[in-house]
């Protein structure tokens, strides 16, 4: 059974960071697809960060240079290391499987001061 389970949001101050895992099971996230989502109060889902099935990885162009998206083969984790957050990076963070179309449940980033 798939699953996916999102955790490290919370709040933070302008210009600080922080790192949201996505801990996946039924599948090796190594060898696929993974996209993190975000969706701002309001606003439509958008994707932040892609990382391909070879390795690639592909950003939004309002949070290049400040996140990194990246995985762990030993715990079957995927990682977004989010740094220099600005009020408008807040939203609900949801990692996503493109194979099988897999969501997890998100995990809420709030960047205030």
């Known amino acids: 059974q798939v699953r996916l389970v999102e955790t490290g949001g919370g709040l933070a101050q302008p210009g600080g960071s922080l790192r949201l895992s996505c801990a996946a099971s039924?599948?090796?996230?190594?060898?696929?697809?993974m996209i993190w989502y975000r969706q701002a109060p309001g606003k439509a889902r958008e994707p932040v960060a892609t990382?391909?099935?070879?390795?690639?990885?592909i950003y939004a162009d309002s949070v290049k240079d400040r996140f990194t998206i990246s995985r762990d083969n030993a715990t079957n984790t995927m990682y977004l290391q989010m740094h220099s957050l600005r009020p408008d990076d807040t939203a609900f963070y949801y990692c996503?499987?493109?194979?099988?179309?897999?969501w997890g449940q998100g995990t809420q980033v709030t960047v205030s001061s």
């Open positions: 990382v391909m099935y070879n390795g690639r990885t």
């Open positions: 039924g599948f090796t996230v190594s060898t696929e697809t």
């Open positions: 996503y499987r493109v194979v099988g179309g897999h």
